[in-house]
């Protein structure tokens, strides 16, 4: 594929990237090696290969999730500073 100026200027528009006019040449010329790199794996034959969801295949070890009460409301609520029978009770930070 033939990266030109206006393609380069397009990419870095989407990047968010400013380019110094003086490097758009060097630019062009690395993005096409990419390019053309990324065409050969184009080439690989693949039919047999499944789809990876995830690069490894190790597993998250977790603790199964029980639910229980720790502590209890009267307990929770005894240092509060301001609270009801059931909450907390906090400033109002929304108009």
């Known amino acids: 594929m033939k990266i ?4 380069l200027k397009k990419i870095a528009h989407l990047a ?12 062009i010329k690395d993005l096409e090696q990419i390019v053309s790199w990324v065409e050969k794996l ?8 499944a789809p ?4 490894s295949f190790e597993k998250n ?18 240092n509060a500073p ?3 029978n059931d909450h907390f009770k906090v400033p109002k930070v929304l108009k």
């Open 4 to 7: 030109n100026r206006e393609t």
């Open 42 to 49: 184009d080439q690989l034959d693949t039919s047999d290969v």
């Open 82 to 84: 301001d609270h009801d």
């Open 61 to 78: 070890v977790l603790r199964e999730d029980i639910a229980f009460n720790s502590l209890p409301k009267e307990k929770g609520l005894k």
């Open 16 to 27: 968010r990237v400013e380019i110094d006019p003086k490097d758009e040449d060097d630019l």
């Open 52 to 55: 990876l969801t995830h690069m």
